[in-house]
């Protein structure tokens, strides 16, 4: 019989231990997703060796060896610098404001400054779930900012008295033109791709039929054709003495055509859905356009939201593609600076295109970031 001084019972509960250090934490962390075996050790190095012999030189080519200060060329040669230089980034100070503004008067910037300021100021909150007023505040963004914005831009007269000087959309440039094309075209594409892909799963053949047509024509154009048509081929169609803004040719032609694109992305979401939502749906006594906006679509468009936050990142890195029609968005009034013989340097393209990719990151970069905090709140159970 074994002797009871042999055996230990616990009268209270063994202390918590912390974690072993090897599995928490950064080193953890790098341990189970980087060095987790031999192959994976072995494509973390070669991938550390990639990244460093890209990101070393861009490190040093911005910002270690960039020039920040200067008033022509000569700060930015390199035989004023001793040899190599890096980025010219006082080139890119001196043609900051027509990036942002193009040729828009001088005198009348302060109205874009308001527009740029209204614009934040409304979206901010409508991109914040718990924000208060949130009627209040799509009705601001998506009816009165879009009219004011216009005359602001635009210019404002009634008869003879002139309350704000018209500033023709030619001089428009920049940021500016890159910022009303790509948030008019997704604004107005997405509730219209809502409706082509609830025409194309219509029981109405004319209905199906027709958003068919316009679906798979607009797919199968490429969008420098599309420019194209509407910039130069369009005026020829018309009655004469009948003008459209070239603006307004390129906003039409863009939104359609990005709207053909958001169609599919939502009928996949609809098709996502099982039929049983549908017959419950209808079971309750719905409407068509009761059970589309209360039960079907909140589903389908959480669904997929990755891809129509895709569409919208492609659109609005599309419109740089608006400069083979005479338009100088962002990347058009960077490359029309290099023909200025002031800052012509070996690295003014380089610093240019570099201020360029710098700005497209950031916004589409945002959209993507936005794109991933909106799948964790909405999953409710679709995660996988």
Known sequence: ??????????????????????????????????????????????????????????????????????????????????????????????????????????????????????????????????????????????????????????????????????????????????????????????????????????????????????????????LITVLFMSSVMLPLFLPEGVVFDKLLRVLIGVTLFSAAYMAEVVRGGLQAIPKGQYEGAMALGLRFWQMMGLIILPQALKLVIPGIVNTFIGLFKDTTLVLIVGMYDLLGQIQSSFSDPTWSTPTQSHSGYLFAAMVFWCFCFGMSRYSIFMEKKLHTGHKR
């Open 1 to 222: 019989m074994a002797n009871a001084d042999m055996f230990h019972i616990r009268t209270e509960e063994a202390p918590v231990m912390p974690a072993p250090v090897s599995t928490t934490g950064v080193i953890g962390w790098m341990r189970q997703n980087l060095f987790s075996s031999i192959p994976n050790t072995i494509l973390t190095i070669i991938g550390i060796l990639i990244a460093y012999s890209i990101i070393e030189p861009f490190i040093k080519f911005a910002f270690v060896d960039a020039i920040w200060t200067g008033t022509d060329r000569k700060a930015c040669l390199p035989a004023e610098a001793g040899g190599y230089v890096g980025a010219c980034w006082a080139y890119v100070e001196a043609y900051f404001p027509q990036f942002i503004y193009g040729r828009y008067p001088v005198e009348e910037i302060y109205r874009v400054n308001i527009v740029y300021a209204m614009f934040v100021v409304l979206l901010v909150p409508l991109a914040m779930p718990s924000a208060p007023f949130k009627a209040i505040n799509a009705v601001l963004f998506l009816f009165v900012f879009p009219i004011v914005a216009y005359f602001l831009l635009t210019g404002l007269v009634f008869g003879d008295t002139v309350i704000l000087p018209i500033v023709e959309t030619p001089v428009w440039g920049g940021l500016l033109v890159t910022l009303v094309i790509a948030v008019t075209g997704i604004v107005a594409s997405l509730p219209l791709g809502i409706l082509l892909a609830l025409g194309r799963r219509s029981k109405m053949p004319i209905v199906k039929l027709v958003s068919v047509i316009f679906i798979e024509f607009w797919r199968g154009v490429p």
